[in-house]
């Protein structure tokens, strides 16, 4: 089975920038979608940015200009780049993929911004 497993989490202070990264444990090539999720204590999960296989880029309205999100399907990566990062943006973010009815997520990883 697929997995995914996340890292570059961790704790930065506002303004600063960090870039999270998402391996496939198979082919990226497989997945209609891949993407990141965040969720905040006392908060639902929630779409941060996606990536279809045609390079399709979507993200929350409210964090355009400020992440970007890409894949390397050669090294079956996505990663999420963070930049302006603010307090409330603190929260484990996810990685998620798609193929078809199948959705696999990641364990997450703890980005905190400090004030």
């Known amino acids: 089975q697929v997995q995914l497993v996340e890292s570059g989490g961790g704790l930065v202070q506002a303004g600063g920038s960090l870039r999270l990264s998402c391996a496939t444990s198979?082919?990226?090539?497989?997945?209609?979608?891949m993407g990141w999720y965040r969720q905040a204590p006392g908060k639902q999960r929630e779409l941060v940015a996606g990536?279809?296989?045609?390079?399709?880029?979507m993200y929350t309205d409210s964090l355009k200009g400020r992440f970007t999100i890409s894949r390397d399907n050669a090294k079956n990566m996505v990663y999420l780049q963070m930049n302006s990062l603010k307090p409330e943006d603190t929260a484990v973010y996810y990685c998620n993929a798609r193929m078809g009815s199948l959705t696999i997520w990641g364990q997450g990883t703890q980005v905190t911004v400090s004030s």
């Open positions: 990536i279809t296989g045609d390079f399709t880029r």
């Open positions: 198979g082919s990226i090539f497989s997945f209609d979608f």
